[in-house]
C-alpha cells in the first residue's frame, strides 16, 4: 500500500474557480512534504515545503496546509488558469527516504 | 538555476535490447535519483547514488543497472528491454538527501 494517498485522481474545473488537492500520508517518522507541479511533458518543479512545525505556505496563488497530528496535507489553487493545468504530486520525506504520490491531474478548461 | 538533462525525450527500443539512459546536473549535487512515473503508481525509485561510484537500489530496481563515474553524470542501464520496461523515467538531482530534488524533463521510452 503506497504510504502517500493523494485524491481525487484527476479534477477538471472552469478556469478561475478555486480548488482544494489532497494529500494523506501514513509515513513515518515524517520530515517535510513538498507539494510538486509537473506539465505535461516535463519532470516535476517544487511548489512548497512544510515541515512539521509549519501549518500553511502559500507560493502565489498556492496555499498548502498540513495537518502533521491527522496526517493530511492540501493544496489549494486559486483563481485557476489554464497554466494550472497539470500533475499535481505530494511527496513526505522520511529520515533518508521520499515517498511520491501517485498525483492529482488537474485541468482548468476555459 | 539548477538544470538537469536527459540524453533523449523519447526512445523507442526493441526487446532484448540494451538501453543506455543518460542524466547530467550542473550544480555540483550529491545526490542523483533515477525513477519511473507509470500512470496511477506514481514516481518510483529505481536507484540512487549519494557519490561518484556509489550507488543504492530503490523500490525497483530489477532489470536496470546504474554508473555513477563522474559526480554530474548518472547513467541507467537496461540491460535487456522488456516490454514492461516501458514507461516514463526520470531523473533528479539534490544537494542532500531530503533536500529539493531537481528533475530533468524525462525520457519516454517504448519497447516493443
Known amino acids: 500500500k503506497n504510504q502517500v494517498e493523494q485524491s481525487p485522481q484527476s479534477l477538471i474545473i472552469l478556469e478561475g474557480k478555486n480548488c482544494t488537492l489532497q494529500?494523506?500520508?501514513?509515513?513515518?517518522?515524517?520530515?517535510?512534504l513538498r507539494w510538486y507541479k509537473q506539465d505535461t511533458g516535463r519532470g516535476p518543479v517544487s511548489l512548497t515545503i512544510?515541515?512539521?512545525?509549519?501549518n500553511t505556505k502559500s507560493n502565489g496563488r498556492y496555499t498548502a496546509t498540513l495537518d502533521a497530528d491527522t496526517k493530511q496535507s492540501s493544496l489549494h489553487i486559486t483563481a485557476s488558469q489554464l497554466s494550472d493545468s497539470a500533475s499535481y504530486i505530494c511527496?513526505?520525506?522520511?529520515?533518508?527516504?521520499?515517498?511520491f504520490g501517485a498525483g492529482t491531474r488537474l485541468t482548468v478548461k476555459p | 538555476d539548477v538544470k538537469v538533462t536527459q540524453s533523449s525525450r523519447y526512445l523507442v527500443k526493441r526487446t532484448g535490447e540494451k538501453v543506455f539512459l543518460e542524466c547530467v546536473q550542473d550544480?555540483?549535487?550529491?545526490?542523483m535519483f533515477w525513477y519511473r512515473q507509470d500512470p496511477g503508481l506514481g514516481l518510483r525509485l529505481i536507484y540512487f547514488?549519494?557519490?561518484?561510484?556509489?550507488?543504492e537500489k530503490g523500490d525497483i530496481p530489477e532489470g536496470y543497472s546504474v554508473s555513477r563515474e563522474k559526480k554530474e553524470r548518472f547513467s541507467l542501464i537496461l540491460e535487456s528491454a522488456s516490454t514492461n520496461q516501458t514507461s516514463m523515467y526520470l531523473c533528479?538531482?539534490?544537494?542532500?538527501?531530503?533536500?529539493?530534488?531537481?528533475f530533468g524533463p524525462g525520457t519516454r521510452l517504448t519497447v516493443t
Open positions: 550544480m555540483d549535487h550529491e545526490n
Open positions: 511527496v513526505v520525506r522520511e529520515i533518508n527516504d521520499m515517498r
Open positions: 494529500c494523506n500520508y501514513t509515513v513515518s517518522p515524517f520530515s517535510n
Open positions: 533528479a538531482s539534490s544537494f542532500l538527501v531530503g533536500y529539493e530534488q531537481y
Open positions: 512544510m515541515t512539521f512545525s509549519e
Open positions: 547514488s549519494y557519490d561518484v561510484k556509489m550507488k
